[in-house]
């Protein structure tokens, strides 16, 4: 797969992971294991790219007696949410013309 399709789509699975509740890394994680492999050094990559964009904010909160950071996406980043379900389906709509013909030899 095309590295930068690869990395737009990374960055909207982790946007869609924290999309109705805040989250931290780990849970991002195990929330997306089901679905797609994430290591934490790529997790944290990402997370910092969409907070320089502007698409989630961070803040740190204790828990078992160590800070955490938690993540919650902003109105810019369920606009690129949104934008992306758009875009998706044009996509769907070229990859239909495009595989037409294979359906048409079955």
């Known amino acids: 797969m095309d590295i930068q399709l ?34 934490e050094s790529t ?25 955490r950071k938690y993540y919650h996406i902003t109105p810019k980043g369920l606009e690129r949410i949104d934008f992306f379900k758009n875009e998706w389906k044009e996509i769907m709509s070229i990859y239909r013309f495009i595989t037409k013909e294979d359906v048409a030899d079955e």
Do not use: Q, W
């Open 6 to 39: 690869k990395r737009g789509l990374l960055d909207i699975c982790v946007l869609a992971a924290i999309k109705n509740k805040a989250s931290y890394g780990y849970k991002i994680i195990k929330d997306m294991k089901p679905y797609i492999e994430l290591s």
């Open 43 to 67: 997790l944290y990559t990402i997370l910092k790219r969409l907070e320089t964009a502007n698409m989630l904010t961070v803040h740190t909160a204790e828990h078992g007696g160590r800070l």
